[in-house]
């Protein structure tokens, strides 16, 4: 079954860090830009980050600039979204997908729930 299974979220004091997990079923991650976005209640879906196909290059939001790092293993076909120094407003379901803008994504993840409260 062709698929991206998200893992990893859950909830967590300000301050504190969380890494998702983007892994593919029925089809090779590496051979497409990984994208994570994100959506809190009551907001329309921004993007979070991407990484580029092949050379690894990174692009980020400005308000997760620093704090975010997204990665790949192509060998696990699995990307990853480290998330430090999370704040409350990051709180909000988490989504990859497989291009760095959403309306050409052939695959989208289930969606992960991450809650920064105290």
């Known amino acids: 079954q062709v698929q991206l299974v998200e893992s990893g979220g859950g909830l967590v004091q300000p301050g504190r860090s969380l890494r998702l997990s983007c892994t593919a079923f029925?089809?090779?991650?590496?051979?497409?830009?990984i994208a994570w976005f994100r959506q809190a209640p009551g907001k329309e879906r921004e993007g979070v980050g991407c990484?580029?196909?092949?050379?690894?290059?990174?692009f980020y939001r400005e308000s997760v600039e620093g704090r975010f790092t997204i990665t790949r293993d192509n060998a696990k076909n699995t990307g990853y979204l480290q998330m430090d120094s999370l704040q409350p407003e990051d709180t909000a379901i988490y989504y990859c997908?497989?291009?760095?803008?959403?309306?050409?994504?052939?695959?989208w993840g289930q969606g992960t729930q991450v809650t920064v409260s105290s």
């Open positions: 997908a497989t291009a760095c803008q959403e309306e050409f994504a052939d695959f």
């Open positions: 029925g089809f090779t991650l590496a051979d497409y830009p």
């Open positions: 990484i580029s196909r092949r050379d690894g290059m990174t």
